[in-house]
C-alpha cells in the first residue's frame, strides 16, 4: 500500500536554507529516513507537517581527529561508522554498536545524528556517547550550542534540541587509556530492537589495576539513554574482581527502572542487565 | 516536483511528491513491479534495491533523496534475457521457492558479491540479515550467493 501520507518536502543544499526553512516551523528533518519514514503512515503518532530533507548538506558528513576530539557529522552512516579507520582506532566500540543495528539496508541509510535526535530510548549508539563524556553540536539560523551528552536526552523521546535546530555533529574527547565496552542484548543478531544496551568506558590505574573515571550507561531500561552514576561510584577506584561485580549488579538493580513492552519485560531486562554487567567485569579482572 | 534518476541503467525523469517512496515510484509509476512490498517498514528486505550501488529499502527511501542517483532494480540484472550469475545460481541450487523475498534477496546477493569479500558463511548470513526468507529456505539462498562469489572470483 503506498503511504497516504505525502507531507511537503524541501531539500536545502546549504545550512543557511535550512535555518531559514526551520525557523519557519512545522518541519521534521529527514536524513537516512529509517525512523521518519515508517511514522509517514500514520500508525505511529502523527506523522510530520512537512519534512526537510537534510541529506544534501554535506557539511554534515565526515569523521574526523581535531586536536583531543574525535568529530562525527551527524550525517554519517552506521556503514560509515563500521568503515571509517578512525572510528576502528580511536573508538572502536562505536563500529561495533553500528554493526548491530538493523542490517546491510538499514545501516547503508540510517546516520548517527538520526539516532541522536530520534532519541528512542533503546538507541544502540547512546550509551556510548554518554559513557565516553561526547558532547552533540545543534545549530540554527540563531546559534551554534554544544550540549554534553548527559543533558541531552532529557524524557521519552525528548531531547534538549529546540524544533528550529539541526544536530551538526558529534564531539567525543580523546582519552588516551580510555577502555570502552560495548554490549547489546537482542532476539536475534540483526533487525532487532535492543532489549537492553550498555556501554562501560574506564582507564585502567597502571600498577593498582583499579579503575578510574569510570562511566556506565545504558538503553532500554528506562524512560531514556541513562548514566548508571549509583554504579559507577562504586566501581570507582575498584579492582575489576568478584567482589566489585557483585556490589556493583546489586547497585545497577536497585537504579535502573526498565519496563515490560512487547520486547521485554522489566523482570528479563533488570537480570539481563545485571548479568551482562557482572561478566563484564569479571572478563577486564581475568586478564 | 520533477525529478531524474537512472533506472537499470536508463535515464528516468518522474513527477511526483518528494516524500513518495522509492517503492512506489518503481512499482506504480515505472511498472518495475519485481520489487516486492513486504512490511512497509524496513523490516522484512522483500523491497531491496541498489542505490548508488548499496542495498537499501525501497519503503524507506523518498524519491527526493533519488534525484539524480542510481537505481538497480531485479529487472536490471538479466542482460537480454539472459540471467545473471546471481540469478542462474539461484535456479542451480535451488535457492527460490515461494518467491517474494527473491528479488530483495537477489539484490542483497548482489551487494554482497559486488563488496568482493570473501564468500564465507557467517558474511553471507550477515550480507542477507535484513532480508526473510518466509518459507525459511536460508541454506539454499546462501549456498547460490556462495556459488555466484566464487565463480566472480574465479572467472572461468
Redesign the interface.
Known amino acids: 500500500?503506498?503511504?497516504a501520507?505525502?507531507?511537503?518536502?524541501a531539500?536545502p543544499s546549504s545550512l543557511q536554507d535550512a535555518y531559514a526553512l526551520l525557523a519557519k516551523g512545522g518541519y521534521r528533518p529527514?536524513a537516512?529516513?529509517?525512523d521518519l519514514?515508517?511514522q509517514?503512515?500514520g500508525e505511529i503518532g502523527e506523522p510530520p507537517e512537512r519534512?526537510l530533507?537534510i541529506?544534501r548538506l554535506d557539511r554534515l558528513r565526515g569523521i574526523e581527529r581535531n586536536a583531543g576530539w574525535l568529530v562525527i557529522g551527524a550525517l554519517t552512516t552506521y556503514?560509515e561508522l563500521r568503515r571509517s579507520p578512525l572510528i576502528a582506532e580511536l573508538l572502536p566500540a562505536l563500529a561495533e554498536a553500528a554493526a548491530t543495528i538493523?542490517?546491510?539496508?538499514?545501516q547503508?541509510?540510517g546516520t548517527l545524528g538520526g539516532n541522536i535526535a530520534n532519541a528512542s530510548p533503546a538507541g544502540d549508539t547512546l550509551p556510548i556517547l554518554l559513557a565516553t563524556d561526547a558532547r552533540i553540536v545543534v545549530g540554527s539560523g540563531r546559534q551554534e550550542r554544544t550540549i554534553p551528552a548527559t543533558e541531552f536526552w532529557i524524557g521519552y523521546r525528548t531531547t534538549a534540541r529546540a524544533d528550529d535546530e539541526l544536530v551538526l555533529r558529534v564531539e567525543v574527547p580523546l582519552v588516551s587509556d580510555r577502555r570502552v565496552r560495548f554490549r547489546k542484548i537482542g532476539t536475534r543478531?540483526?533487525?532487532a530492537i535492543s532489549k537492553v544496551v550498555m556501554a562501560l568506558s574506564w582507564s585502567a590505574d597502571g600498577r593498582a589495576g583499579a579503575w578510574r573515571n569510570v562511566r556506565l550507561a545504558l538503553g532500554s531500561v528506562a524512560e531514556r539513554p541513562i548514566r548508571a552514576w549509583e554504579t559507577e561510584a562504586i566501581l570507582e577506584g575498584a579492582r575489576p574482581d568478584e567482589e566489585t561485580a557483585e556490589r556493583a549488579v546489586a547497585a545497577l538493580a536497585a537504579e535502573i527502572h526498565p519496563i515490560d513492552d512487547v520486547r521485554s519485560t522489566a523482570e528479563y531486562r533488570r537480570a539481563v542487565a545485571t548479568r551482562v554487567l557482572h561478566r563484564l567485569i569479571r572478563e577486564e579482572g581475568s586478564r | 516536483m520533477s525529478y531524474r534518476l537512472q533506472v537499470n541503467g536508463e535515464p528516468v525523469e518522474v513527477d511526483a511528491p518528494g516524500m513518495r517512496r522509492l517503492l512506489d515510484v518503481l512499482r506504480e509509476e515505472l511498472g518495475l513491479t519485481g520489487t516486492k512490498e513486504g512490511c512497509g517498514e524496513g523490516e522484512c528486505g522483500a523491497c531491496s534495491v541498489l542505490l548508488d550501488g548499496a542495498v537499501v529499502d525501497a519503503c524507506l527511501v523518498p524519491i527526493c533523496q533519488v534525484d539524480g542517483r542510481a537505481v538497480t532494480t531485479v529487472e536490471g540484472l538479466a542482460r537480454e534475457g539472459v540471467l545473471n550469475a546471481l540469478q542462474a545460481a539461484f535456479l542451480e541450487t535451488g535457492g527460490a521457492q515461494c518467491g517474494i523475498c527473491t528479488p530483495g534477496m537477489l539484490m542483497a546477493g548482489e551487494a554482497f558479491i559486488a563488496s568482493g569479500a570473501a564468500p564465507e558463511e557467517d558474511a553471507i548470513r550477515e550480507a542477507i540479515a535484513g532480508n526473510l526468507c518466509r518459507c525459511t529456505g536460508y541454506t539454499k539462498i546462501i549456498d547460490a550467493i556462495a556459488l555466484a562469489a566464487e565463480r566472480r572470483r574465479v572467472p572461468g
Open positions: 500500500m503506498p503511504n501520507v505525502e507531507p511537503p518536502v531539500s529527514i537516512g529516513g529509517t519514514m515508517v509517514l503512515t519534512v530533507d541529506s556503514t538493523g542490517a546491510a539496508q538499514i547503508q541509510r543478531r540483526a533487525q
